[in-house]
């Protein structure tokens, strides 16, 4: 049954969105030309998931049928084949279409850093997973910490690249180190606009490795794509993020998951509705309960009345960038002041100031007024790193 139901989510998936850039964009792993003369002869790690695709199957299979000797897997949140919820702990297992182990980097601790075993067995280290372009969306954090690894045990690291769905946008704080975590490892704003083989060139280029070491890093770049294509998804990246208006939207919805409001999870609309028990005078109402990918979701089981985001076209949603509209509405409206925050709300927004903004009732204008020079100065420090035309 759950396979069913994951089938009937990729078919909506795919139906909003209708893929209309896959025909004209070409993914790095769909250039085998280009990366196994590079992986051939070398015993290879693989970090990827089910959003690893290429000519419509995994992109391990296409190494494996090309010869490539991939020997170890790394999967990250939500596993290889991207069945764990947020946060799960993932542990170590076997991939069981083709017998080879599976080296959890997701396993509850706040460093994701294989085994100097495992580092001990391979040469090479390739990326290919589809990130969101997020600071808080956790792939590019492993990928971070695989290219640390890679540095220490001397292995050379390649990203396969893809496009980045919110690649058109920069927007939001650049993080302040001291909130430094899991869900945010660089001093990048909370829409960094790049992809993750753009990311991993700026982590070389600006020190932000450990110790301000320098990767053996090469790149397979996407043909066909720029900043401002709008690159539907071929598939979900996460059990909960299930169409492109809920991409859209992420950017100005995360920071609930700091708070006691629900975001749908458990629900067939997630990170596009967000409502609590207690908000008033709101005609809209949803009950989330336990299902696949959320299994103990925010307010189990209880009647959550709040707002329906699915009225928000995907044209707004990308143009309102980070928009504190809504995380403001619900603290107003349900008046627990500061206990509506926990102290996670730090970490995804990247900054210690901008709770008390809120609590002080400054508008969702004003606070963006605040980071706008944070987007300009990251704007030109990114510049030498582009693959892509913005």
Not at 152 to 168: I, Q
Not at 349 to 359: C, F, H, K, P, T
Request: aromatic letters at 10%.
């Amino acid at each position: 049954m759950n396979c069913i139901i994951k089938y009937l989510f990729l078919l909506l998936f795919v139906a909003a969105g209708c893929a209309v850039s896959e025909a004209e964009v070409t993914v790095g792993a769909e250039q085998p030309d280009v990366y196994v003369p590079m992986l051939k002869g070398k015993k290879v790690a693989l970090f990827s998931n089910h959003t690893g695709q290429a000519f419509g199957r995994h992109t391990l299979d296409v190494m494996l049928e090309n010869g490539i000797d991939v020997v170890t897997l790394f999967s990250p949140e939500h596993g290889f084949r991207g069945t764990a919820d947020a946060g799960e702990h993932v542990g170590n297992s076997v991939d069981k279409p083709t017998g080879i182990p599976i080296a959890s980097l997701y396993g509850g601790k706040d460093k994701r850093m294989p085994s100097k075993e495992i580092m001990d067995g391979i040469d090479v280290i390739v990326c290919d997973i589809q990130d969101v372009g997020l600071r808080f969306y956790t792939y590019y954090c492993t990928m971070i910490d695989l290219m640390n690894a890679a540095v220490a045990h001397g292995k050379d690291f390649v990203v396969l690249d893809r496009p980045n769905p919110n690649g058109m946008t920069v927007d939001g704080p650049i993080l302040d180190m001291k909130y430094e975590s899991g869900v945010g490892r660089l001093p990048i704003p909370v829409v960094h606009g790049l992809t993750l083989g753009e990311i991993a060139r700026m982590a070389n280029g600006e020190g932000w490795l450990r110790n301000g070491a320098k990767a053996r890093l090469s790149v397979v770049p996407c043909k066909g794509y720029t900043h401002s294509t709008r690159y539907r998804l071929p598939v979900p990246p996460s059990p909960n993020l299930r169409s492109m208006l809920a991409i859209y939207l992420y950017p100005s919805v995360c920071y609930f998951e700091a708070t006691p409001v629900s975001l749908g999870r458990g629900t067939d609309m997630p990170f596009e509705v967000y409502g609590h028990p207690s908000m008033k005078g709101r005609s809209f109402e949803f009950t989330p309960r336990s299902v696949a990918g959320a299994k103990n979701p925010p307010q189990l089981g209880k009647l959550c009345k709040g707002v329906d985001l699915r009225t928000v076209s995907e044209e707004d949603a990308i143009a309102q960038g980070i928009n504190l509209e809504y995380l403001i509405d619900a603290y107003r409206d349900l008046g627990m002041g500061d206990k509506f925050f926990r102290s996670f709300f730090e970490l995804l927004i990247g900054r210690g100031d901008i709770r008390a903004m809120i609590e002080d009732g400054k508008s969702a204008a004003e606070i963006k007024a605040t980071w706008q020079g944070d987007v300009e100065k990251f704007r030109r420090q990114r510049r030498p790193y582009l693959l892509y035309a913005e």
